[in-house]
Nanobody
Framework: QVQLIASGGGLVQAGGSLRLSCAAS????????VGWFRQAPGKGREFVAG????????EYGDSVKGRFTISRDNAKNSVYLQMNSLKPEDTAVYYC????????????????WGQGTQVSVSS
């Protein structure tokens, strides 16, 4: 099993940056793909970015391409989401999720979920 803790959210002005972290506990974290999702008030869950278990491939949602970067450090059991050029529409609760031997696809079957971290972008 894997337990995930998302952190790094906060309030930032439009155009600013934040770096989210997803820290995992449990064994063999390197064998899990990790995805970031977000949910804004009154909206459905949206895929943001994913990274494969081997770290060799990444995938991004259309609305964040070119602005967000996902990376992982298996030695630290962590995955990061660097968010640049933030917009008010990026405001949401961000969740990280893990899928064993996954590719980080938006269609992955993510079995484990973190508790979420709030990102608020002011205009």
């Amino acid at each position: 099993q894997v337990q995930l803790i998302a952190s790094g959210g906060g309030l930032v002005q439009a155009g600013g940056s934040l770096r989210l972290s997803c820290a995992a506990s449990g064994r063999a974290f390197s064998t899990y793909a990790v995805g970031w999702f977000r949910q804004a008030p009154g909206k459905g869950r949206e895929f943001v970015a994913g990274i494969a278990w081997g770290g060799g491939s990444t995938e991004y949602g259309d609305s964040v391409k070119g602005r967000f970067t996902i990376s992982r450090d298996n030695a630290k059991n962590s995955v990061y989401l660097q968010m640049n050029s933030l917009k008010p529409e990026d405001t949401a609760v961000y969740y990280c999720a893990a899928e064993r031997i996954g590719t980080g696809s938006r269609f992955g079957r993510y079995e484990y979920w973190g508790q979420g971290t709030q990102v608020s972008v002011s205009s």
